[in-house]
C-alpha cells in the first residue's frame, strides 16, 4: 500500500466501513491497441503473470487494512478482462470473497471484447458468479471495427452475446459509438435495432472522443480520415433518445440505457457519489474526502505501485460534483436537498451563484424542472457539457 495512503487510514477505514462500497479491479491487457484509446492498456502479456500477482496481493491487502468492509458492487473492468486465463479468474474472485464482505452483493460485472470469449470461458465466469457482463461490440460494420483496430466482426460480437446468454447471463450489455470516421450514421439506429433484437439488457451509447494522442487522432490530424460534422452526429444521437426506449431501452444516464431493473448499480454509484475502490494500474478510487488515482505504469504498478495521486475535496469541490454528476442521470438532481446541504455547510452563497448562472440554460431548454427536480432536457443531453463547465 502507498505509504501516503496508509497514512490516512484513520480517515479511509470508517469511510470504507459506513456503507457498502463498490469494487473494480483493472486488468490491462489487450491483444491489440484499438486505434482510439487513451486508456491504461498494453499488448505486453508477459507483465500479466506478475500484474495478476500483484493484483491479487493488492486485495488481500486492501481488505485486511480497511476491516473487511462490504461491497455491494463487482466491476472487473479493462483492457481486456476476458484475456485472464481460467485459473486466474478462479483466484482473483476466491480473493476478493476472502478479503472483503460480499454479503450484500447486488452485481458482478465483468467486461469482454468479442473474439476473446468462448462458451466455457463464460460458463465458468458464471458459476464464479459473474452475473453482468459488458461486451464491447462499438459497431456492426467490419469496415469501421478494423478502422478502429478491433479484433472481431460484427458476427463475432453477435455470437458473444448469444454465447453469454447461453452461459447463463441475464444481464447483458453492449457498448455502440457514435462518429467514427466514414460512419454512416443512419447505420448506428440499424444496429442498435439489431442489437435490441438480441434481448440484450443494457446498451451504453458513447460519442468517439479523440482528447488525447492516440493513431486515430494522427490519421484525422493529418487530412487521411475526417469525423462526421457536429450536426450529423447531434441528429442521430437525438433520433437514438427517441428510438431506444421504443425499443425497450430507457434512459437512466446520458450514455446509458437499459430494460427496467437492468441499470449498472456499479456505474451508477459514480454518478450518486457512493464509496469505491479501484484496484490496479491506473485504477480510480473514493472513499471519503479522497481520491486517488493508482500509477498509469503498468511496470511500476507491478513492482511497487508507482506513484499515486491523491486529492482531498474541500466541501466546495465536493459539493459541485453533486450537480455535475447527478445531472447525468434522467433522475436529475434535487435541487431544494443541495441547498439544504449547501445551507449546513455554509456554502448556500455557491449555490445561489449556481442558480443564477443555470437561468440561462433553462430558458434555453437545456434543463428542465420537475418539482422539486432540476435534470437535462433530451436537447441539454446532447449539449451538457455547456451546463457541466459551470461546476468544474
Not at 453533486?322 to 434522467?330: E, F, K, N
Request: aromatic fraction near 6%; hydrophobic fraction near 45%; glycine fraction near 8%.
Amino acid at each position: 500500500m502507498n505509504p501516503e495512503l496508509a497514512a490516512r487510514l484513520g480517515v479511509l477505514r470508517p469511510a470504507a466501513l459506513a456503507e457498502p462500497l463498490g469494487l473494480y479491479l483493472h486488468i490491462p491487457f489487450c491483444l491489440d491497441r484499438c486505434t482510439y484509446c487513451s486508456f491504461t492498456t498494453t499488448r505486453d502479456r508477459s507483465l500479466q503473470p506478475a500484474t495478476i500477482r500483484r493484483l491479487l496481493e493488492e486485495v488481500h491487502r486492501w481488505g485486511a487494512a480497511l476491516g473487511r468492509p462490504a461491497v455491494d458492487t463487482l466491476y472487473l473492468g479493462g483492457g481486456t478482462p476476458s484475456l485472464l486465463s481460467p485459473e486466474e479468474l478462479a483466484d482473483l474472485t476466491g480473493a476478493v470473497h476472502a478479503a472483503f464482505d460480499l454479503a450484500p452483493l447486488a452485481e458482478a460485472t465483468l467486461e469482454a471484447n468479442p473474439g476473446t470469449v468462448d462458451l466455457g470461458w463464460l460458463s465458468q465466469a458464471r458459476d464464479l458468479g459473474w452475473d453482468r457482463i459488458s461486451l464491447g461490440v462499438q459497431a456492426l460494420d467490419d469496415a469501421l471495427l478494423a478502422r478502429l483496430g478491433r479484433i472481431h466482426g460484427a458476427e463475432q460480437a453477435l455470437e458473444s452475446l448469444a454465447l453469454a446468454e447461453q452461459a447463463g447471463f441475464r444481464r447483458r450489455s453492449a457498448d455502440l459509438m457514435v462518429g467514427i470516421p466514414g460512419q454512416a450514421l443512419s447505420k448506428v439506429l440499424e444496429d442498435a435495432r439489431t442489437l435490441a433484437a438480441t434481448g440484450l439488457e443494457h446498451l451504453s451509447i458513447y460519442l468517439l472522443d479523440l482528447d488525447k494522442a492516440c493513431p486515430l487522432r494522427a490519421e484525422i490530424d493529418a487530412g487521411r480520415l475526417a469525423l462526421p460534422t457536429e450536426d450529423e452526429v447531434a441528429d442521430v444521437f437525438e433520433a437514438l433518445q427517441a428510438e431506444l426506449p421504443r425499443l425497450g431501452l430507457a434512459p437512466y444516464e446520458i450514455s446509458n440505457h437499459a430494460r427496467p431493473g437492468a441499470e449498472s448499480i456499479h456505474n451508477s454509484r459514480y454518478w450518486e457519489r457512493r464509496p469505491y475502490l479501484g484496484l490496479g494500474p491506473g485504477a480510480a478510487s473514493q472513499l471519503g474526502p479522497f481520491r486517488w488515482t493508482e500509477s498509469a505504469n503498468i511496470a511500476a504498478w507491478t513492482r511497487d505501485g508507482g506513484v499515486v495521486e491523491l486529492q482531498e475535496l474541500d466541501a466546495a469541490e465536493a459539493l459541485a460534483e453533486i450537480p455535475l454528476l447527478g445531472l447525468r442521470q434522467h433522475a436529475g438532481v434535487d435541487w431544494p436537498r443541495l441547498r439544504s446541504l449547501a445551507t449546513h455547510q455554509n456554502l448556500l452563497p455557491l449555490v445561489d451563484a449556481w442558480e443564477q448562472a443555470l437561468r440561462q440554460h433553462l430558458e434555453r431548454g437545456l434543463l428542465e424542472r420537475d418539482g422539486p427536480i432540476l435534470r437535462l432536457t433530451d436537447r441539454g443531453r446532447l449539449l451538457s457539457n455547456q451546463v457541466f463547465e459551470l461546476f468544474v
